[in-house]
């Protein structure tokens, strides 16, 4: 039987197959961030209460299997995933204190899917 987390009324199992991409999708540039992105990542997933079970970043995108609990919306998780980090990214490796308006590192939207709805009953 599956591990289901809970809170206080709740028991659940939420997972989401999500998917973005930089803005440029340049190849050179993500293998410089790759070791970083990974502990900036975790640590930001943490601060909405989720967990990244498991995650690849590839050449030109990012995949990630996110545990997020149910109340939160999957849409609030992930813009701040990208929010921050590209932050992040903007203060360590281009040497800013801000981030300005119109200088994002991640280009506009993500793919998401559910995970493990198939077998499950009512």
Not at 3 to 22: G, N
Not at 76 to 86: E, I, P, T
Request: proline residues 2%; charged residues 25%.
């Amino acid at each position: 039987m599956k591990e289901y987390q809970s809170l206080s009324h709740t028991r659940w199992d939420c997972k989401y197959h999500v998917v973005f991409i930089p803005k440029r999708r340049k190849k050179r540039v993500f293998g410089v961030l790759r070791e970083q992105l990974v502990e900036v990542f975790h640590e930001l997933a943490l601060h909405k209460e989720s967990k990244i079970v498991e995650g690849h970043l590839r050449h030109d995108h990012l995949h990630m299997c996110l545990s997020i609990p149910p109340r939160y919306a999957v849409s609030n998780v992930v813009a701040y995933l990208k929010g921050k980090s590209a932050i992040v990214i903007a203060r360590r490796f281009a040497g800013r204190c801000r981030n300005f308006t119109g200088q994002s590192f991640w280009a506009r939207g993500y793919f998401v899917s559910m995970i493990g709805l198939t077998g499950s009953r009512v």
